[in-house]
């Protein structure tokens, strides 16, 4: 039976409105009290340890080292290529299966499962490098309408290249982890020089982020036909922005201190199969893109996306919703694009796909377009009110995608902004 398959069931409880039934799986690295870093699938509430199984004898048939699990990264793992790791799915879908007693029916078998709750999670992957995208047509219309001109919104190369630019690995975090209000140049307007402080105009940018499984030679390129061979799972991506130091800095090269402060990633990474059965075509392009750029099949998807701000002390509210499916360039395109040149990319690379904004106001992907440069702020529960990002909000994306009854997610995201120092 395929692992996606929506018949499949699971004899671990899973709650019906669970991110992770049997049809998701996805991976990621946890720790406990009494277990070191390792290797996990979640399945409803609770996490598979695939370093205890190993350890088991589990995986023997499989061509997977002793030890693979037993590591803070899922980087051996990944590397093993998609043949390995689509079998492994398989094999690790078909011991949950309810109807499947060999680990269910052992003694041991709790020893094998942890609570999610009890676990906490960590980087799955070491990043190698990062680039972030800028695919989103009603994102690039919004920007450029309100910097520029709304009738001539998007710049003559944006309908025939996937626009990106390489980002800081280095600064890319985990769920939970947070973060402090970056400090930089901007320049009011209105005056000559510029003043030093602490950004007043930070930003979430909701993205979706994919992880690449393999390499390619420097010098070669990866055609659209080619490219889901090297891509592994995606996760959701917070691309923190300050807007004033952006707005003063991005000319001629673009951003620098604005973005590379940092940028939040969900810690399960959602496989590419189990993406498959939510396949939707995109939005016609045109002008006809170029030979290298064409593509065939469904290459977006129909993943949900929302967005909530939590003042300090307060409950949240929802502040927009998205889909994934309002990409312009689709990630194959992405990658077919980044590698055209002959630029060579990593196992276990992230390439985030620039902010996700849907056709109206309330499915906008960022604080910039949402208080619409901050002439609409967005309301809270507590009576304040949002133009941007303040010290002591936390910041949560959550996605997931749903048909036939079937739901799988990517669980959340969430940062806390702290105080500048």
Known sequence: MRANNPELRSWIDVPEDSDFPIQNLPYGIFQTADRSPRAGIAIGDKILDLAALQEKGYFQSLNIRNGTFQQDSLNEFIGLGKEVTNEFRNYTSNLLRSDNAELRDREDVDKMLVDQKEATMLMPVRIRDYT????????????????????????????????????????????????????????????????????????????????????????????????????????????????????????????????????????????????????????????????????EGDKNFDVNLEVAIQPDGSSENTVTRSNFRHMYWNVNQQLAHHTVNG???????????????????????????????????????????????????????????????????????????????
């Not at 890319?172 to 602490?198: H, L, N, V, W, Y």
């Not at 196992?347 to 985030?352: G, Q, R």
């Not at 909000?393 to 997931?400: A, C, E, K, L, Y």
């Open 132 to 295: 972030d995208f800028y695919s989103s047509e009603q994102h690039a219309f919004n920007v450029g309408s309100m910097f520029r001109d709304p009738d001539n919104a998007l710049l003559p190369n944006w309908k025939h290249l996937p626009v990106g630019y390489h980002g800081r690995a280095s600064s890319i975090i985990i769920s939970d982890t947070p973060i402090k209000r970056p400090k930089g140049q901007t320049r009011a307007d209105g005056q000559e020089m510029p003043a030093f402080g602490a950004s007043r105009l930070l930003d979430f940018e909701l993205e979706m982020g994919f992880i690449t499984c393999k390499e390619n030679p420097l010098g070669s390129s990866i055609s659209t036909a080619e490219a889901e061979n090297y891509i592994f799972g995606f996760v959701l991506f917070n691309d923190w922005s300050a807007r004033d130091i952006q707005k003063w800095e991005y000319v001629p090269l673009g951003p620098f201190l604005a973005k590379n402060f940092a940028s939040s990633i969900s810690p399960w990474i959602v496989t590419l199969e189990a993406l498959d059965p939510f396949r939707v075509p995109g939005d016609k392009q045109d002008p006809q893109v170029l030979p290298y750029l064409e593509f």
């Open 343 to 421: 630029c060579n990319i990593g196992i276990c690379d992230i390439y985030a796909s620039g902010t996700i904004s849907g056709p109206t106001p309330d499915t906008y992907g960022s604080m910039l377009e949402l208080s619409w440069r901050g002439t609409k702020p967005v309301k809270m529960p507590d009576g304040s009110e949002r133009k941007f990002i303040q010290d002591g909000d936390t910041v949560i994306m959550r996605g997931h995608a749903s048909r036939d009854g079937v739901r799988v997610g990517f669980g959340e995201v969430r940062t806390k902004v702290l105080p500048a120092d």
